[in-house]
């Protein structure tokens, strides 16, 4: 599957902004999706997962309660919409699929297929 990432930008703090991943080439509802992010430095971590089916989400604790994530089988894109936004939440945000895992939160080497990243600045 292939995965394009879109929606990034600046923002300010308190604001909201949305990403969309676009998938191809493959089922999209046969792939546990997620979000990651990465800052300068820092490693890669879990922002949110979502099940096949989109019943079940799973969130890192400083995405909880701020970020959503969702997805669209029919358009074969997942999102992941952002409020309350801040100077932390600044990385670059990454898609990602898998077709064999059970669980909605995985660390990213146990997902397959990568996106590029969207920047997304939060700015004070």
């Known amino acids: 599957v292939q995965l394009q990432a879109s929606g990034g930008g600046l923002v300010q703090v308190g604001g909201s902004l949305g990403l969309a991943c676009a998938a191809s080439?493959?089922?999209?509802?046969?792939?546990?999706m997620g979000w990651f992010r990465q800052a300068p430095g820092r490693e890669r971590e879990f922002v949110a997962g979502?099940?096949?089916?989109?019943?079940?989400?799973d969130y890192s604790g400083s995405a909880k309660g701020r970020f959503t994530i969702f997805r669209d089988n029919a358009k074969n894109t997942v999102y992941l919409q952002m409020h309350s936004l801040r100077p932390e939440d600044t990385a670059a945000y990454y898609c990602?699929?898998?077709?064999?895992?059970?669980?909605?939160?995985?660390?990213?080497?146990?997902?397959?297929?990568w996106g590029q990243g969207t920047q997304v600045t939060v700015s004070s």
């Open positions: 979502i099940s096949r089916g989109g019943g079940s989400t």
């Open positions: 990602a699929a898998d077709r064999f895992l059970r669980n909605t939160r995985a660390s990213s080497s146990e997902f397959e297929f």
């Open positions: 080439g493959s089922t999209f509802r046969d792939y546990v």
